[in-house]
């Protein structure tokens, strides 16, 4: 009892403090009053009145009391009508503060107060008229934000908040960002066939994503039937059935869904409606035993049809009829013949301009590949060149020098050193084994050719083994380091991942080294001499057993280091080499046995080769790799020594 | 005499060096044929392209009374032609036996199928039997040729030749490494030779050509220095000054 | 006169003869006809490596004797192996389907026939239309022609333009391997029309043989594939026995030589690289019916090396050498990698020869072509003494006199 007076007493000193309030100056608080109907009862077409008083106002209160209601957090005070924030408390009333200051107004009992809970419809009004505020809002960021929700959800009613939010706007690349969007909401739902062909040409031969995303829905079409072309359409061609474009099952199939033509009986309708019909061993008359094909089946259902118990089938002359009485044509959804137009045009210049940049794209990516592959194939084309050598374990070596980076990787955990470290070792450790394997193997079979690569092989196969025997057949990952991660973006169709970026740099450093190498060192001065005749080496002091050994160990120190490059951005197996090293031989046959330039060239053809084979067909890589290899086998007719070959008598035996 | 090969303005370059400079040269039926000059001379390279293997760059290579362009022609082509050739080293298949070597020379049709279907007549032997006789290797007909001395290989070779009966025989340098007494044979095998066919033998060793008793063409950095009797080429100045009075 | 092909080659009656008395032996020995010693899965492994032999031959043929290092004879193999699959997978599939809806109310029409064997053949990759290449599917002599005509082709074609751009060498084999590569990888898609990397499978199954057991079955395969290595055998050493081995031999040690006698290498070269495609083609169509499963995995690259491995451990440029070899080691292989092979325990690791086989046999492989480059064959001549000197054409001296047989036979 007396809890309940005190309650009253409090309610009533709350209610007095309120009146005082509400009764100083309140413009917004008066403005919502005068729309009180429209407000209390917001409806999507009543609403918009009050919203634009709202903002033409240009009261302060204007955002936050719109944010409020949106989110329904305003209430109604019955007995005077007027318009609270409100939050309930825990003890189920409700604190109502003040919309002008945003001060406590008072507790009040739920019974009290009315919620206003706008429907969905005037909810996304309120936020569009939102949009606005937030893109005119003074923190950079809190704009940028506002546009990127337009751009992830464009409607017609962000057009003009944004067309509002230009002025004022100091950012330079915000203001661009507001008007590329303007442009692109313009195409997609300005009432104004000029404004929107405007637009439209303004994007034309852009690369962006977004201009595509906006042109494409306004040139798609649909593929209709009708008894005569439609005059107030937007057509977009009519097709004669028949043709590669249209089908005559497609345009029957066309009249059938327009309702234009009746069905036809498929083949399982038909058998289902024999079946349905079997009367004691026979259908229609016609023993099911000899129902077994098409044509008695078709035989027996006309019988059928003739006695009115299936429907007729739809004979070949009847289609005709069909097709020939009506005409197919392919409707653009967007009615407006002036903007599909313009949008057409747009769309193949940017195509045109996508193609060019895609072009480019290829073109870095086959140089990536290039690079690889060159990477790959330099050290079997230096032990192939210089010494008629044909190493089938090269592979392997690559696959050593992958393996290295992943153990030095689990030795030392910072990514950059231990790729620092990684590359020298690599090198070291391939060195080593092409060494020790031109020692024990290979100088035994110099001059025998075919024996030197079946014995290679055989050191391939076990060392392939050997390393699945230590590491595991599954894949060991060799991460590179932070700093190459990411991708070099020039625009939304061109771009290249920094690894690719390190690897080219590392084939183009290795390219010079081995040219400095071979051309101003003593080591490069007696390797061409042995290669060119190693007797007359030989005697005039060059110890050919060292060149050979120094060449194999520098071919495979490279494979090495190819290996941990490959192994940066393709997972580390023990079939690593072997999926380079067919690759890898084509390179060097390509290119033209004993020359730098020539396995350059090598790897540069096959590399931009195979990815603009897959290019083509993008879907199917193993086509492209078969594709590929059927080229090289006609190249090589063309050029049997390769890109590079060496004339004269030195190449004739 | 009517002419079995003419060579005229040949001329070939090997990157940038050339190897052959407007060269000419005529060799008319049976008749032997000595080609002396220094190393690069292009004597080599003058067998290759008429034997097919270099293409030159330009000039016509002209065989035969019905005066066929060997330039279109392959190696193999040539040969059949009845153009022969010896090279420099030995160059007969070690792995089989002399019989075989001189049985797969033997002038008969060349094709695979012809090859295969091949079955060995008395006729065919007793003609492998007489060249054996002919280069003194009767001895050694099971042998493998791999077995042979040089010299023996070299005669081979020229056995070899003589099986294929060319119309044409080109010999490189036949009597380098050979024995005083080898080289007596050698040289009679080759007079011998040319009463029926011509015979180009290319050779460094003057002692060698005097004893062949020919006609000499002098080649001198790609094209033709000098022609005619030894003692007559030798009596020129210019031969003398770029070849003999090094 | 001439003597007659056995007299001249007396080592192909004694192998006839081994090899009628080894089938002889199996067969009383075996599951099917015999005393059950010698299971049915031992027949077909023992009928495959019989089939392995032929294609050993086959890769001798124009490696050991023509000088072409083909890394490219199991793609015809896999190929020829892929023509039979076909018509035994088509057939097999037909008897199911047809089998399958024989209590439906209707009988089937052929076209639903058809459909159901695409659906149930093609399935696997997500079609159900038969493709063109399987035209002739439905016919065994269509097939077995194919199986001739074409790996016979591609190796026409092949050789053609290799052979006629002068390719020789390691070039040459390199070539090879990428055609292999290229015809694997191919296989691989499942657009191929030869279901993709299922292969082609249950070819173990002989249509119109389905009360047959398999034991007796595996007899019957065995047989013919010691026919086909009889046949194969012969054809051989006749192909090698006379002038045109000579010619061929002759192409493989110098083959500018023979260019320069008048003969067309290219066109030699291109009959032996054809034949023994054909030769290797027939040994697969014999192979997978009895490995029962087919996939392009079976033709990439390794598989070709690995035939180049068995006729080098055998011994190059003599036929027994090719069929040892291809025996030995495939026998050898199959008894390691089987699990039979007895662990060796060596206290800190126990070498499993699962893992360690390959590492044997790619040392083993490099030693035999170190220190025994005549392979096991060459272990025949030191028996019968046949000892040539190993001169390699160097020259003993300028003179006849100074040609020493003591020194020839160091």
Not at chain 1, 347 to 374: E, P, R
Not at chain 2, 64 to 81: D, P, T, V
Not at chain 2, 149 to 178: F, S
Request: with cysteine; glycine share 8%.
């Amino acid at each position: 009892m007396t809890r309940t007076v005190i309650l009253a007493l409090r309610a009533a000193l709350f209610w007095l403090m309120a009146a005082i309030a509400v009764n100083a100056q309140s413009p917004i608080q008066d403005l919502l009053q005068e729309n009180r109907a429209a407000v209390e009862k917001a409806s999507r077409k009543t609403i918009d009145g009050v919203i634009d008083e709202l903002l033409a106002s240009g009261l302060p209160q204007t955002r936050e009391v719109l944010a409020k209601w949106r989110e329904k957090e305003i209430w109604q005070r019955k007995e005077d009508g007027l318009f609270f924030f409100a939050k309930p408390l825990p003890n189920k009333n409700i604190q109502l503060f003040d919309i002008e200051t945003g001060d406590p107004v008072g507790e009040f009992d739920k019974k009290a107060v009315k919620q206003l809970k706008p429907n969905s419809g005037v909810r996304s009004v309120i936020a569009t008229a939102l949009v606005r505020y937030q893109l005119t809002d003074p923190d950079p960021r809190k704009r940028a934000e506002g546009l990127r929700a337009i751009e992830r959800g464009p409607e017609a009613s962000h057009l003009a908040a944004l067309r509002a939010a230009f002025e004022g706007e100091d950012d330079p690349a915000l203001l661009a960002r507001k008007q590329r969007l303007e442009r692109l909401l313009t195409i997609s739902y300005d009432e104004d066939s000029a404004a929107r062909v405007a637009a439209i040409e303004s994007f034309t031969g852009d690369l962006g994503v977004d201009a595509r995303a906006a042109l494409n829905p306004l040139t798609s079409t649909t593929r209709k039937a009708a008894a005569e072309l439609p005059t107030n359409a937007n057509i977009k061609a009519v097709i004669k059935p028949g043709t590669a474009r249209l089908s005559r099952d497609q345009a029957y199939a066309l009249l059938v869904a327009a309702e234009l033509a009746p069905a036809r009986i498929t083949a399982a309708e038909k058998k289902d409606a024999l079946i349905a019909n079997i009367v004691e061993g026979s259908v229609a008359g016609t023993p099911i035993h000899t129902l077994d094909t098409d044509a008695a089946r078709t035989q027996a259902y006309a019988t059928l049809a003739a006695a009115g118990t299936v429907p007729a089938e739809v004979t070949a002359a009847d289609v005709d009829a069909a097709l020939a009485a009506h005409v197919f044509f392919d409707q653009y959804d967007e009615p407006d013949a002036n903007v599909t137009d313009a949008a057409q045009e747009a769309l193949t210049s940017i195509s045109t301009k996508v193609g060019v940049n895609q072009m480019f794209d290829l073109a870095l990516d086959g140089l990536s590949l290039a690079s690889i592959y060159f990477l790959a194939a330099i050290g079997l084309a230096i032990t192939f060149g210089v010494m008629g050598v044909i190493n089938m374990a090269h592979g392997e070596f690559i696959m050593m020098g992958a393996y290295t980076g992943y153990v030095v990787q689990q030795v030392i955990p910072d990514y950059t050193v231990s790729i620092i470290v990684a590359l020298p070792l690599a090198f070291a450790i391939t060195f080593a084994a092409g060494v020790a394997m031109e020692r024990l193997v290979i100088r035994w079979l110099y001059n025998r050719p075919l024996e030197t690569l079946l014995a290679t092989f055989g050191i391939s196969i076990a060392l392939q083994q050997l390393a699945k025997n230590i590491f595991g057949t599954q894949a060991r990952p060799l991460t590179s380091p932070a700093w190459l991660d990411g991708a070099l973006v020039f625009n939304d169709v061109v771009s290249i991942s920094y690894i690719r970026i390190a690897i080219f740099v590392l084939s183009v450093i290795f390219l010079f080294l081995l040219l400095f190498v071979l051309n101003k060192t003593r080591l490069g001065l007696e390797v061409r001499a042995v290669t060119q005749n190693p007797r007359m080496a030989a005697s005039m002091g060059i110890n050919p057993d060292r060149i050979n050994m120094l060449t194999f160990g520098l071919g495979s120190g490279i494979a090495g280091i190819a290996g941990v490059a490959i192994g940066l951005y393709a997972k580390v197996t023990s079939e690593l080499g072997a999926d380079y090293i067919v690759q890898s031989f084509m390179t060097v046959v390509v290119g033209g046995v004993g020359n730098i330039w020539g396995t350059l060239l090598g790897a540069t053809m096959i590399g931009s080769l195979q990815k603009g084979i897959e290019w083509l067909n993008p879907s199917n890589t193993l086509a492209a790799q078969t594709y590929m290899i059927i080229f090289i086998i006609i190249f090589i007719q063309f050029r049997p020594k390769g890109i590079i070959a060496l004339k004269g008598r030195a190449a004739g035996d | 005499m009517s002419t079995l090969l003419e060579v005229s303005g040949i001329s070939v370059t090997f990157d940038g060096f050339r190897a052959i400079n407007n060269l000419s040269f005529n060799i008319g039926n049976a008749e032997l044929r000595a080609i002396i000059g220094p190393n690069g001379a292009g004597k080599t390279t003058f067998m290759d392209i008429v034997t097919g293997k270099t293409r030159p760059d330009e000039g016509r290579v002209i065989w035969g009374e019905k005066n066929i362009s060997l330039l279109k022609m392959s190696e193999s082509q040539i040969a059949r032609a009845g153009v022969g050739r010896k090279f420099q080293r030995p160059t007969v298949f070690e792995d089989q036996s002399v019989f075989d070597n001189l049985l797969m020379a033997l002038k008969k049709e060349r094709g695979p199928f012809d090859v295969l279907l091949y079955r060995r007549s008395a006729q065919d032997r007793d003609k492998v039997h007489a060249l054996a006789d002919e280069i003194g290797l009767s001895a050694e007909l099971p042998r493998k040729a791999g077995e042979l001395a040089h010299g023996q290989k070299q005669w081979l070779e020229i056995g070899m030749l003589l099986a294929q009966e060319p119309r044409l025989l080109l010999v490189d340098e036949p009597a380098a490494g050979m024995s005083p007494a080898e080289r007596e044979h050698t040289t009679n095998l080759l007079k011998e030779a040319a009463k029926t066919r011509a015979v180009v033998v290319v050779e460094h060793d003057m002692e060698f050509v005097r004893r062949l008793d020919c006609k000499v063409t002098v080649f001198h950095e790609g094209s033709v220095l000098a022609e005619g009797s030894l003692d007559h080429v030798t009596a020129n100045q210019e031969v003398i000054d770029v070849y003999l009075g090094r | 006169m001439e003597r007659s092909f056995f007299a001249r080659n007396p080592s192909t009656l004694i192998f006839i003869t081994i090899l009628a008395v080894f089938t002889l032996g199996v067969t009383l020995l075996s599951e099917g006809l015999g005393v059950d010693v010698i299971s049915t899965s031992m027949v077909k492994t023992l009928g495959k490596t019989l089939c392995l032999c032929l294609i050993a031959i086959a890769m001798d043929l124009v490696w050991g004797y023509c000088g072409i290092l083909s890394l490219g004879h199991f793609a015809f193999f896999g190929l020829g192996g892929y023509m039979i699959g076909m018509w035994l997978m088509y057939e097999r599939t037909k008897a199911i389907v047809v089998s399958a809806t024989a209590g439906a109310p209707l009988p089937p029409t052929p076209q639903e026939i058809r459909d159901g064997i695409g659906t149930q053949i093609f399935g696997v990759v997500g079609g159900a239309e038969i493709p063109p290449i399987w035209y002739f599917a439905d016919s065994l002599f269509a097939q077995l022609a194919l199986v001739v005509l074409i790996p016979g082709l591609l190796a026409l074609v092949f050789g053609w333009l290799a052979f006629r751009s002068r390719v020789t060498g390691v070039y040459l084999s390199i070539l090879t391997q990428a055609m292999t590569l290229a015809l694997s990888l191919y296989l691989f898609q499942n657009d191929s029309g030869l279901r993709g990397n299922n292969g082609l499978s249950g070819l173990q199954n002989l249509p119109g043989a389905e009360n047959v057991p398999q034991s007796l079955i595996s007899i019957y395969f065995l047989w013919a594939s010691a026919a086909a290595l009889a046949l194969g055998y012969l054809l051989a050493a006749w192909i090698v026995g006379g002038k045109f081995g000579s010619v061929i031999r002759g192409i493989r040690d110098d083959e500018a030589r023979v260019r320069f006698l008048g003969y067309h290498v290219e066109g030699y070269k291109l009959f032996v690289f054809t034949v023994t495609a054909i030769i290797a083609a027939i040994a697969g169509a014999l192979y997978y019916p009895q490995a029962g499963i087919i996939n392009p995995a079976e033709i990439a690259p390794i598989a070709s090396i690995y035939l180049a491995v068995w006729v080098a451990i055998g011994g190059r440029g003599r036929l027994y050498g090719a069929v040892i070899g291809a025996a030995f080691v495939s026998l050898v292989s199959t008894w390691f990698t089987g699990g039979q092979a007895p662990d060796i325990p060596l206290g800190f690791y126990t070498v499993k020869w699962v893992d360690w086989w390959l590492v044997l046999l790619g040392l083993s492989f490099v030693a035999v072509t170190l220190f025994a480059p005549k392979g096991i064959g060459g272990l025949f001549d030191m028996l019968s003494g046949r000892l040539a000197p190993q001169r390699h054409g160097a020259d003993l001296g300028p003179d006849q006199g100074s040609f020493r047989e003591k020194e020839a036979e160091q």
